[in-house]
């Protein structure tokens, strides 16, 4: 199972989402100061906030639009 | 086999030079604006005083104006040679007949008759036959045709590398080149299958082939390695520059000559052809740019000669230098660093006679991806082959491809009889080390898990050569529990195909010493107590896959898969409180 922090669900992989593949769990590596990444692809993020940004810009401009 | 060559005791290979070496390729281009571009990539090679091989294609060879073009910028040192691309004209129509615009693709007879025309025209111009030549595939019956009737062509670009289905999708489903599976680095194609590389010198086409660019080996895995290539063009069309700056691609270079560190020798293709350096190509946004970060390329590669890192060279000299350093049989190694995203990820590749493996640390280093080549298939293209368009080596394992990360790989899984890990699990970093002549230890990094509230670290290492053997081994460092209650499972999960789509995998027999289960998708499976070896027959790929247990295994099993997720397990369990050491074996199933 992904290696999430356990207080909350796993992050998605933005990446993988871009390129269409069904949620990849992203990894978090609590060593080296800490980084989610993805098995997959190699995306990487020091924050689940800048995973969540990712996501959101990219739904946002996909479809062309200013709000989902 | 390898053959010493002499080392220095418990040192590096005494051949070694601890080199890059990098050919800078031209394609003399039919069109006048790009002849234009053709004459900025030759008059700044020229300015840096670097040597160039210019590949001149068929249209070209009758083309008066073009030919003196090429005569007005060639210079001492520099290489021309043929290039089988850019074939499509009314002369080729006319003598030919064949619409087909690429030649990998033309039926037998009249390919061979273009190359020998044009190996003819070429002598009759310059008055000597070229050396090197260049196509973005060569199969085993073109280059065994090559090799015979043109023996003065000792070099030849052979193969994109990892251009397949990620190629076809990214490209809108019309770049039909197939030719996964087969080698990053230059290497003695066997007679039989151009992407194998020759067990032995009976074995070997006499022509050394070497890849079209360079590319990076994480995005060879996971996306489209042409995008990310010793191209300063392409990465404008994976729009990772900023203007005429892109430092990944600085970043890819030094990863190359870090290669030199492993192998004792490193090669870089820098084959940017004319039409990427002009404005009106529709990946560049800005000529200026385009050109900078050429020159920019050339500049770099003329500072690292002048450091002793790097050497510059034609084709032909790559071939002589290639042919003092590295016989049919040798293996080579990548060990290859996140440059794109600077991420934590690393990846080892090795190829020799007998496979391609790729262990993914971003995966505890789980094979990811795995080409027998034993079998020796046919690959050849055209009307005349049973592949058509299709010269992918077929994979047992493509986690990208086929199956994804939980349905294919070989990887492991501790438990306690409670809770259960897989060390696919965590990322790992990796030390490679050279222990000897085509031979590499792998070692990852302790990792630390949680089993049921109890820390567990395993240490796992592969010993990777030019034998048709890899070796895992794995060890537990820590266990807060009770030692005596930990198993380990080796597990094979494998599924021969080229592309996306499964394909029938109902010839494979499984088998162990004493039982057999012929694979009809049932997802019946047998165990066998004190198995020393679990095994399956392979017809599809005319091999048989051994996992053989080098320490006393407690049981082994052959799993049949179903329809649904067709891949097929081998697994060896093992009392863990000990060291284990699994050997993954390949054989062809007819002897060679």
Redesign the interface.
């Known amino acids: 199972?992904?290696?999430n922090t356990s207080a909350q669900k796993p992050l998605i992989c933005p990446a993988c989402f871009a390129r269409e593949i069904d949620p990849?769990f992203l990894?978090f590596?609590p060593e080296?100061g800490g980084?989610f990444?993805c098995?997959?692809?190699?995306?990487?993020a020091k924050t689940r906030g800048d995973v969540k940004a990712f996501l959101r810009d990219f739904l946002r401009h996909r479809h062309g639009v200013g709000q989902l | 086999m390898a053959h010493l060559r002499g080392f220095l005791a418990g040192g590096m290979p005494s051949f070694i030079f601890l080199m890059l070496i990098s050919n800078i390729i031209h394609r003399l281009d039919g069109r006048v604006a790009s002849r234009e571009a053709l004459g900025f990539q030759w008059g700044e090679a020229r300015r840096l005083g670097l040597p160039t091989t210019t590949l001149l294609t068929y249209p070209t060879l009758f083309d008066p104006v073009a030919l003196a073009d090429a005569g007005r910028w060639i210079g001492p040192g520099d290489e021309l040679g043929l290039h089988f691309h850019e074939i499509k004209c009314n002369r080729v129509l006319d003598r030919f007949g064949v619409r087909e615009p690429m030649l990998w693709l033309w039926p037998r007879e009249k390919r061979i008759a273009l190359i020998d025309e044009m190996v003819t025209e070429f002598t009759k111009i310059f008055g000597k036959p070229p050396a090197s030549v260049g196509g973005y595939v060569i199969d085993a019956w073109t280059l065994r045709e090559i090799e015979r009737r043109h023996p003065s062509i000792r070099t030849a670009i052979t193969s994109c590398f990892e251009e397949g289905v990620k190629m076809y999708y990214g490209n809108n489903r019309n770049w039909l080149l197939f030719s996964d599976g087969g080698p990053w680095n230059p290497y003695f194609p066997s007679r039989e299958n151009a992407l194998a590389p020759a067990a032995n010198t009976e074995d070997a086409i006499d022509i050394v082939a070497v890849p079209h660019l360079n590319r990076d080996m994480?995005m060879a895995l996971?996306?489209r390695d042409d995008w990310f290539a010793s191209h300063p063009g392409n990465v404008f069309r994976a729009r990772i520059n900023e203007g005429a700056k892109c430092p990944y691609l600085f970043r890819f270079y030094q990863a190359w000559e870090h290669q030199a560190e492993l192998n004792g020798w490193s090669y870089l293709n820098i084959f940017v052809s004319s039409p990427w350096l002009l404005g009106s190509h529709w990946c560049i946004d800005r000529e200026e740019d385009v050109r900078a970060l050429y020159t920019e390329t050339l500049e770099y590669l003329k500072g690292r000669e002048e450091a002793g890192a790097l050497q510059v060279a034609t084709m032909n000299e790559f071939g002589r230098e290639f042919r003092q350093r590295v016989q049919p049989g040798d293996a080579t190694i990548c060990h290859w660093r996140?440059e794109?995203?600077q991420?934590?990820?690393e990846v080892v590749w090795l190829s020799n006679a007998h496979h391609r493996s790729t262990l993914?640390m971003?995966?505890g280093g789980a094979l990811v991806d795995f080409r027998p080549y034993d079998g020796r298939l046919n690959l050849d293209l055209g009307p005349e082959s049973q592949g058509l368009w299709n010269g992918n080596a077929p994979f047992l394992v493509s986690t990208e491809h086929n199956g994804g990360?939980w349905n294919t790989s070989q990887h492991a899984t501790v438990t306690n009889g409670q809770h259960t890990v897989s060390l696919?699990?965590?990322?790992l970093r990796a030390d490679v080390e050279w222990t000897g002549e085509c031979s590499w230890i792998v070692r990852g990094e302790p990792t630390r898990f949680d089993l049921g509230g109890n820390a567990l670290v395993v240490e796992s290492e592969w010993e990777l050569n030019a034998s048709e053997m890899i070796a895992i081994r794995r060890r537990v460092l820590e266990y807060q529990g009770d030692l005596s209650t930990l198993r380990l499972s080796e597990i094979f999960l494998g599924r021969a195909g080229t592309t996306e789509y499964p394909e029938d995998q109902r010839e494979t027999r499984l088998r162990s010493p004493h039982t057999e289960l012929q694979v009809s998708y049932s997802g019946t499976s047998q165990e066998i107590d004190g198995a020393k070896w679990v095994e399956a027959m392979i017809p599809r790929l005319g091999i048989s896959l051994r996992l053989s247990a080098q320490v006393p295994a407690l049981r082994g099993t052959l799993a049949d898969g179903l329809l649904f997720s067709p891949s097929f397990r081998l697994q060896l369990d093992y009392d863990f409180s000990n060291p284990t050491v699994t050997c993954l074996i390949t054989r062809p199933l007819k002897s060679r």
Do not use: F, W
């Open positions: 199972m992904p290696d990849v990894h590596d080296d980084e990444y098995q997959h692809c190699g995306y990487t | 994480i996971s996306s996140d794109l995203g991420s934590k990820r993914d971003a995966r990360h696919c699990d965590r990322r």
